[in-house]
Protein backbone atom coordinates (compact mmCIF):
# COMPACT_ATOMS: atom_id res chain seq x y z
CA UNK A 1 0.00 0.00 0.00
CA UNK A 2 2.88 2.02 0.81
CA UNK A 3 4.28 2.31 -2.51
CA UNK A 4 0.68 2.36 -4.47
CA UNK A 5 0.30 5.39 -2.10
CA UNK A 6 4.05 6.91 -3.12
CA UNK A 7 3.02 5.77 -6.79
CA UNK A 8 -0.65 7.61 -6.63
CA UNK A 9 1.00 11.17 -4.61
CA UNK A 10 3.59 11.19 -7.83
CA UNK A 11 1.17 10.64 -10.48
CA UNK A 12 -0.98 13.48 -9.03
CA UNK A 13 1.31 15.78 -8.07
CA UNK A 14 2.03 18.16 -10.48
CA UNK A 15 5.53 16.85 -11.60
CA UNK A 16 9.06 17.00 -13.01
CA UNK A 17 9.22 20.94 -12.97
CA UNK A 18 12.16 21.90 -14.71
CA UNK A 19 11.52 19.51 -17.21
CA UNK A 20 10.47 20.33 -20.60
CA UNK A 21 7.25 20.31 -21.30
CA UNK A 22 6.10 22.17 -17.89
CA UNK A 23 4.26 19.88 -15.30
CA UNK A 24 3.10 22.27 -13.03
CA UNK A 25 0.05 23.78 -13.66
CA UNK A 26 0.15 27.70 -14.43
CA UNK A 27 -3.05 28.35 -13.06
CA UNK A 28 -5.24 27.05 -9.94
CA UNK A 29 -6.94 23.91 -11.30
CA UNK A 30 -9.15 21.00 -9.25
CA UNK A 31 -8.58 17.46 -11.41
CA UNK A 32 -10.73 14.14 -10.33
CA UNK A 33 -8.62 11.40 -11.42
CA UNK A 34 -9.67 7.92 -11.40
CA UNK A 35 -6.12 5.63 -10.39
CA UNK A 36 -5.76 1.84 -11.08
CA UNK A 37 -3.32 -0.81 -9.92
CA UNK A 38 -2.98 -4.44 -10.85
CA UNK A 39 -2.78 -4.60 -6.79
CA UNK A 40 -5.82 -2.32 -5.70
CA UNK A 41 -9.25 -1.71 -7.33
CA UNK A 42 -9.59 1.61 -9.07
CA UNK A 43 -10.22 4.33 -6.61
CA UNK A 44 -11.22 8.24 -6.90
CA UNK A 45 -8.63 10.80 -6.37
CA UNK A 46 -8.66 14.78 -6.04
CA UNK A 47 -5.95 16.89 -7.14
CA UNK A 48 -6.09 20.58 -6.05
CA UNK A 49 -3.55 22.74 -6.85
CA UNK A 50 -2.41 26.60 -5.83
CA UNK A 51 -0.19 27.25 -9.33
CA UNK A 52 1.34 30.87 -7.66
CA UNK A 53 2.63 28.66 -3.94
CA UNK A 54 2.52 25.57 -5.71
CA UNK A 55 0.71 23.90 -2.87
CA UNK A 56 -1.42 20.53 -3.64
CA UNK A 57 -3.62 18.50 -2.23
CA UNK A 58 -4.55 15.11 -2.75
CA UNK A 59 -8.20 13.61 -1.31
CA UNK A 60 -8.47 9.72 -2.28
CA UNK A 61 -11.17 7.50 -1.04
CA UNK A 62 -9.82 6.71 2.21
CA UNK A 63 -11.03 9.46 4.24
CA UNK A 64 -7.32 11.24 4.57
CA UNK A 65 -5.80 13.23 2.48
CA UNK A 66 -2.18 14.71 1.64
CA UNK A 67 -1.01 18.01 1.82
CA UNK A 68 2.10 19.06 0.05
CA UNK A 69 4.56 21.70 -0.29
CA UNK A 70 6.74 21.38 -3.77
CA UNK A 71 9.44 24.41 -3.16
CA UNK A 72 9.75 23.39 0.71
CA UNK A 73 9.78 19.72 -0.36
CA UNK A 74 7.14 18.79 2.66
CA UNK A 75 4.62 16.44 3.15
CA UNK A 76 1.80 16.01 5.82
CA UNK A 77 -1.21 13.93 6.31
CA UNK A 78 -4.56 14.75 7.60
CA UNK A 79 -6.45 11.95 9.43
CA UNK A 80 -9.79 13.71 9.89
CA UNK A 81 -10.90 10.41 11.59
CA UNK A 82 -8.22 11.07 14.47
CA UNK A 83 -7.98 14.69 14.37
CA UNK A 84 -4.27 14.07 13.69
CA UNK A 85 -1.52 15.01 11.61
CA UNK A 86 1.21 12.52 10.50
CA UNK A 87 4.39 14.23 9.34
CA UNK A 88 5.51 12.08 5.98
CA UNK A 89 9.11 11.80 4.99
CA UNK A 90 8.39 9.48 2.22
CA UNK A 91 5.98 11.50 0.88
CA UNK A 92 8.20 14.19 1.51
CA UNK A 93 11.32 12.46 -0.36
CA UNK A 94 9.24 12.17 -3.60
CA UNK A 95 7.90 15.74 -3.29
CA UNK A 96 11.41 16.91 -3.26
CA UNK A 97 11.85 14.40 -6.47
CA UNK A 98 9.07 15.02 -8.19
CA UNK A 99 9.60 19.07 -8.04
CA UNK A 100 13.77 18.67 -8.82
CA UNK A 101 13.33 16.11 -11.81
CA UNK A 102 16.95 15.62 -12.28
CA UNK A 103 17.52 13.71 -15.57
CA UNK A 104 14.17 12.94 -16.76
CA UNK A 105 14.08 12.71 -20.43
CA UNK A 106 11.16 13.00 -22.71
CA UNK A 107 9.56 11.96 -25.87
CA UNK A 108 6.99 13.29 -27.62
CA UNK A 109 5.10 10.75 -28.91
CA UNK A 110 1.48 12.24 -30.57
CA UNK A 111 -1.51 14.10 -28.86
CA UNK A 112 -4.57 13.17 -27.05
CA UNK A 113 -7.99 14.04 -25.40
CA UNK A 114 -8.97 13.35 -21.71
CA UNK A 115 -11.57 14.91 -19.82
CA UNK A 116 -12.28 17.18 -22.22
CA UNK A 117 -8.91 18.58 -23.02
CA UNK A 118 -6.38 18.46 -25.69
CA UNK A 119 -3.10 17.26 -24.18
CA UNK A 120 0.54 16.16 -25.63
CA UNK A 121 1.39 12.51 -25.50
CA UNK A 122 5.20 11.93 -24.06
CA UNK A 123 7.17 8.70 -23.17
CA UNK A 124 9.01 9.77 -19.31
CA UNK A 125 12.22 7.95 -18.49
CA UNK A 126 14.44 8.22 -15.47
CA UNK A 127 16.77 6.18 -13.36
CA UNK A 128 13.03 5.14 -11.53
CA UNK A 129 11.12 3.60 -14.41
CA UNK A 130 9.61 4.96 -17.37
CA UNK A 131 5.98 6.27 -18.24
CA UNK A 132 3.80 7.39 -20.48
CA UNK A 133 1.67 11.05 -19.64
CA UNK A 134 -0.47 13.69 -21.61
CA UNK A 135 -0.16 17.11 -20.30
CA UNK A 136 -1.98 20.10 -21.03
CA UNK A 137 0.06 23.22 -22.79
CA UNK A 138 -0.91 24.51 -19.42
CA UNK A 139 0.59 21.93 -17.25
CA UNK A 140 -1.86 20.03 -16.50
CA UNK A 141 -1.26 16.11 -16.54
CA UNK A 142 -4.34 14.29 -18.13
CA UNK A 143 -3.41 10.96 -18.22
CA UNK A 144 -0.39 8.78 -16.58
CA UNK A 145 0.85 4.96 -16.79
CA UNK A 146 4.29 4.49 -15.69
CA UNK A 147 5.76 1.26 -14.18
CA UNK A 148 8.92 1.19 -11.61
CA UNK A 149 10.50 -1.33 -9.45
CA UNK A 150 7.18 -1.15 -6.94
CA UNK A 151 4.93 -2.20 -9.99
CA UNK A 152 2.25 -0.02 -12.16
CA UNK A 153 0.03 2.86 -12.07
CA UNK A 154 -2.86 3.87 -14.56
CA UNK A 155 -4.21 7.52 -13.69
CA UNK A 156 -6.76 9.28 -15.83
CA UNK A 157 -8.30 12.18 -15.12
CA UNK A 158 -12.55 12.46 -15.58
CA UNK A 159 -12.67 15.74 -14.95
CA UNK A 160 -11.10 20.02 -14.76
CA UNK A 161 -11.92 23.14 -13.45
CA UNK A 162 -9.61 25.94 -13.41
CA UNK A 163 -10.54 28.15 -10.76
CA UNK A 164 -9.17 29.95 -7.57
CA UNK A 165 -8.49 27.66 -5.02
CA UNK A 166 -8.87 29.34 -1.12
CA UNK A 167 -5.38 28.84 0.65
CA UNK A 168 -7.44 27.24 3.41
CA UNK A 169 -7.36 24.02 1.57
CA UNK A 170 -3.97 23.94 2.04
CA UNK A 171 -3.32 23.73 5.62
CA UNK A 172 -4.30 21.00 7.94
CA UNK A 173 -7.50 21.92 10.27
CA UNK A 174 -6.39 24.04 13.63
CA UNK A 175 -6.58 21.97 16.75
CA UNK A 176 -5.49 19.08 14.47
CA UNK A 177 -2.95 17.07 16.90
CA UNK A 178 0.69 15.70 15.62
CA UNK A 179 0.91 12.19 15.42
CA UNK A 180 4.06 10.23 15.63
CA UNK A 181 4.04 7.06 14.26
CA UNK A 182 6.21 3.54 14.98
CA UNK A 183 7.74 2.37 11.36
CA UNK A 184 5.20 0.73 10.37
CA UNK A 185 2.52 2.17 11.36
CA UNK A 186 1.50 4.87 8.67
CA UNK A 187 1.40 1.68 6.34
CA UNK A 188 -0.49 -0.02 8.57
CA UNK A 189 -2.89 3.31 9.38
CA UNK A 190 -3.48 4.38 5.28
CA UNK A 191 -4.49 0.27 4.53
CA UNK A 192 -8.01 0.67 3.33
CA UNK A 193 -11.04 -0.69 5.59
CA UNK A 194 -13.45 -3.04 4.87
Known sequence: MKHLAL???????????????SFLPTRDVTVNYTLSSPAQAAGAYQLSYNAAQQLARVDGPN???????????????VLPALHAI??????????????????AKFTP???GQYAGLECRKYLVTDQHGTAH????????????????AQGGTDVTATSV????????????????????????ALQALLQPQG
Do not use: M, R
Open 7 to 21: AALAALTPALAKAAP
Open 63 to 77: GYYILANLPAAQAQI
Open 86 to 103: VQAPDFSALTAEIYQADN
Open 109 to 111: IGT
Open 133 to 148: ACITPDGVVLHFTGQN
Open 161 to 184: TFAPQAPGLFAAPPGYAPLNLPPG
